[in-house]
């Protein structure tokens, strides 16, 4: 079952990934184990838990799943505010990408919601 693919907000969030990849190739050398290892592992996990959730039997288990995914993207929210904060990225980036994380948020949100009420 691939109908993840169909999903905008699965879309979006490797848009996301491919974004981030590209962004946090100018960050600092030191911080590849550090703080760029760990935003890349945040982008990928959102995208790849909606997959995963597609996957699952149940709505239930599929909700589960984009739970996690919502998780993973407060916690890359969370990490790009660092980024801010330490100069790694600029401030248009910084709005352009916190924008598209809050989006993509809402979208998670309301498919699970969806998903829920069924």
Known sequence: MNYFKELKVWQKAIELVTETYLKTQNFPKEEIYGLTSQIRRCAVSIPSNIAE??????????????????????EFETQLIICKNLNF??????KNIESEIQHIQNMI??????????
């Open 89 to 94: 990225i600029n401030e248009d980036d910084f």
């Open 53 to 74: 959730g597609c996957g699952r039997k149940t709505n239930k288990d599929f909700s589960n799943f984009l739970g996690i995914s919502l998780g993973s993207s407060f």
């Open 109 to 118: 949100i309301k498919l699970q919601n969806s998903i829920d009420s069924k």
